[in-house]
């Protein structure tokens, strides 16, 4: 069988969670969570990075950073994880669904205007697969508009827009390290912050609404309860297994890039003969090979597909059930505008295996069984 992900493990992990253990110190913000923090820093260039308990956890931070109140709107995609919108939901929030562009399947730049109101406080674009939304456009809508910006690039380290890091673009970015990213601690996330205003308070969310942080830090003399927080931070071994990950970065993301592309290159026959659609990657974005999809006729095409592949020993995978159309996400949210390729484009969608250190012979299989089943039908 050919599963569907395998988080990737750099051999590292280990040995990092056995200095934690020798330590005797286990909670958060110890050694591997600075280093973990400094890495994203330099990596990303933003002012500041928190590691996170997931990105669930920092998309939920963005929004008590972004100040969002009851009855205030938030502009995101439907074609996303429940978290995307969740975050915001808990704080009153009002979802407004924009549709996406079918090429990307990331929010269509050109509708969001007509989505935003009075009320709209925030825009939360949604990087899909790795593969940027147009920031240049949105950013210039959020400052038109005085709008916070809050990426959802949970899929994306190692992704840029015209060469900048997905996450440190908008005001705020959100990571994820759960297990079936391509980076991975079981479950983890990070907060980038690209303006200093946000730190210090994000600090205090983190830590329970306290300025625990500034206390360790020598620049109070106790420590206090401040502000509104919760409890954002991981345990040092969650960190310590990041950190092995991190060091293993570009290894881990060329690898993956060799499989994508095999992928591409082998099923390309299959997209000229008008059978199936391929990814598109804008030519300003670089992507970080998060998953590797294709896209059948429809609905019925695909739930066939996927029962083919299931019987070759191959697990392939749908994605997300548009938000909108969830009972949650009838209460909490709305469309605005006409649903043209959300639904439809979700229906198409087939996600292939994708991991670290999947073997050609593998991506073959996968390749020659999707052969096999359009020859058949
Ligand atoms: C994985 C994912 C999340 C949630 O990440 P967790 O770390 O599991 O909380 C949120 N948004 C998107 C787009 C994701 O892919």
Redesign the pocket.
């Given at each position: 069988m050919i599963p569907f992900n395998r988080p990737a493990v750099t051999g590292k992990e280990t040995t990092y969670i056995q200095e934690v253990v020798a330590s005797r110190r286990l909670c958060g913000d110890g050694p591997f969570t600075k280093r973990c923090s400094e890495w994203l820093e330099n990596y990303s260039q933003t002012r500041k990075a928190l590691i996170t308990t997931?990105?669930?956890h920092a998309l939920e931070m963005t929004a008590i950073l972004a100040d969002i109140q009851p009855g205030d709107e938030v502009i995101m995609p439907s074609f996303?994880?429940v978290?995307?919108a969740n975050a915001f939901v808990l704080r009153g929030a009002k979802i407004v669904f924009v549709d996406i562009r079918p090429d990307t399947l990331n929010l269509d730049e050109t509708l969001i205007e007509s989505a935003i109101t009075p009320r709209t406080k925030a825009i939360v674009p949604?990087h899909y697969a790795g593969v940027s939304c147009e920031m240049d456009a949105i950013m210039d809508l959020a400052n038109r508009y005085e709008l916070k910006v809050i990426e959802?690039a949970?899929?994306c380290l190692m992704s840029t827009y015209k060469e900048r890091p997905l996450g440190s673009i908008g005001h705020m970015g959100c990571f994820?390290?759960?297990e079936?990213?391509n980076y991975n601690c079981g479950?983890?996330?990070a907060l980038l912050l690209n303006e200093t205003r946000f730190a210090g308070r994000a600090e205090i969310v983190r830590e329970k609404g306290t300025n625990r942080s500034r206390f360790f830090r020598g620049q109070v003399d106790k420590y206090t309860w401040v502000d509104v927080g919760s409890s954002y931070l991981p345990s040092e071994m969650n960190a310590a297994y990041l950190m092995a990950q991190f060091d293993h970065a570009d290894a881990i993301n060329s690898d993956r890039l060799a499989s994508w592309n095999r992928y591409y290159e082998g099923l390309r026959g299959l997209e000229e003969k008008g059978r199936i659609t391929l990814p598109s990657i804008p030519n300003h974005c670089k992507h970080n090979s998060h998953l590797f999809y294709i896209k059948t006729r429809d609905l019925e095409e695909r739930t066939d597909l996927l029962l083919y592949l299931k019987e070759k020993g191959i697990s392939a995978a749908f994605h997300y059930v548009p938000l909108h159309s969830s009972p949650a996400g009838v209460s909490f949210g709305s469309f605005q505008g006409e649903d043209r390729f959300t639904t439809r484009e979700s229906e198409r969608l087939v996600r292939l295996p994708l991991y670290y250190q999947l073997r050609k012979d593998e991506a073959d299989q996968v390749i020659d069984s999707i052969y096999s089943y359009y020859e058949s039908n």
């Open positions: 997931s990105c669930t996303t994880f978290s995307t949604v959802d949970a899929q994820s390290f759960h079936t990213k479950e983890g996330g």
